[in-house]
């Protein structure tokens, strides 16, 4: 069950950076110095945005419920039994979900770096 939600959080982090890669990653671009009519090209990908939006939430809820369902029994030596690699989990856990919601709403606040 924890690779599975490993997987789930990895999963919902690409299907992030998909999700806003139309975005994202030509503001990063042009502030590292790149630019050119070929960053315009990345608009194509503008439609398959509420695929990658779907795919990132249903990740996230995957690893969620890998994480912090209980119904997994963990005998004593295993990680999962560990109260300080559980308290990790979570941490990374909201650590992604925190940078996958700023990916998911970037293009509504991306006006203010323009």
Do not use: H
Request: hydrophobic share 60%; with cysteine; net charge positive.
């Amino acid at each position: 069950m924890q690779d599975r939600s490993n997987l789930s959080l990895a999963a919902s982090v690409v299907a992030g950076l998909g999700a806003s890669v139309c975005c994202v990653l030509p503001l990063v671009l042009v502030m590292a110095g790149l630019g050119g009519s070929w960053l315009a090209s990345l608009k194509a990908l503008e439609p398959f945005r509420p695929v990658f939006v779907a795919a990132a939430v249903l990740a996230l809820f995957f690893a969620w419920r890998g994480i912090f369902n209980k119904a997994e029994v963990c005998e004593p030596g295993q990680a999962c039994a560990v109260p300080r690699v559980q308290r990790r989990r979570k941490t990374v856990f909201w650590f992604v979900a925190t940078l996958v919601v700023g990916l998911l709403t970037f293009p509504y606040y991306a006006v203010l770096f323009v």
